[in-house]
């Protein structure tokens, strides 16, 4: 990114955050890199399974334009040229495999939070910002992400929580985020949606809430341009955001 081009984005997203009344984050790959251990954890359990399905960083790259789990399962095997195609049951057992050894991964301890998220989450509590989340995966992955980051307590400091599971359409739907706003009892226009990748990016639009987004390594070269601001990662807002002494609930 040119200097010049990266100063107005900073500029520009220190400001739509002061603005929001609340902010409304993505997960997977927002507020930590986890996509890489999804990917890990779905071939565990496809060696699990006794499938010799492999998903390498390329393939992988491309299947997560499909949103959710197993979704992506059963897309992919869609596109297999031959075989008998796994029942909805035999999606579910894999997804049940794939989201225990998620878990087992995640508290290695080896996904911290991406750069300037604790410290964004810091200062727009010290503000009186509300927080919320609306995200594609499941709650149990966000508990084991989120406790293992921010303490046990984490959910507190959030008003709202959509994942998945709780809407009829996932990401690019605007279903999460129409959620949130429902919860929030607050407008679109009042909000921030902060975000990692191009469906994320159209679903929050669709529900008409300004995006700003933090590029992770998956969705990189993703079209962003109907985003206000586009950041490298959130530690660019650290010379614009309030430091406190104060954590957000956790530890
Ligand atoms: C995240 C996803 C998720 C994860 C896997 O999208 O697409 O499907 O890859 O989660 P976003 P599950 O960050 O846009 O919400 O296996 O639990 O579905
Ligand atoms: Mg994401």
């Not at 390329?58 to 031959?82: F, H, N």
Request: proline content about 4%; charged content about 25%; overall charge negative.
């Amino acid at each position: 990114m040119q200097a010049g081009t990266a100063t107005i984005a900073r500029s520009g997203a220190a400001e739509l955050i002061r603005r929001a009344a609340a902010l409304i984050f993505d997960v997977d790959g927002t507020l930590a890199e986890t996509e890489e251990l999804h990917r890990q954890a779905f071939n565990h359990a496809f060696a699990r399974h006794g499938l010799d399905w492999h998903w390498g960083r390329e393939v992988y790259k491309e299947l997560l334009r499909v949103t959710g789990g197993k979704e992506r399962i059963r897309a992919y095997q869609e596109r297999l040229p031959i075989g008998r195609p796994l029942s909805d049951a035999d999606i579910a057992a894999l997804h049940r495999i794939k989201t225990a050894h998620y878990a087992d991964l995640i508290e290695t301890g080896c996904c911290p939070l991406r750069p300037g998220v604790m410290d964004l989450l810091i200062a727009a509590k010290t503000r009186g910002q509300r927080l919320a989340i609306a995200t594609t995966t499941s709650h149990g992955n966000i508990e084991a992400l989120l406790s293992r980051a921010l303490g046990s307590r984490w959910a507190a400091d959030f008003d709202a929580i959509v994942a998945g599971d709780d809407v009829r359409h996932k990401k690019p739907a605007p279903d999460v985020y129409l959620d949130v706003l429902v919860r929030l009892k607050l407008d679109a226009s009042d909000c921030l949606a902060i975000e990692d990748s191009a469906n994320g990016l159209v679903a929050a639009s669709r529900a008409n809430i300004p995006v700003l987004i933090t590029r992770s390594m998956f969705f990189r070269d993703d079209d962003f341009t109907e985003a206000r601001v586009v950041l490298d990662d959130l530690s660019e807002l650290g010379a614009s955001t309030p430091k406190s002494e104060k954590q957000p609930h956790a530890q």
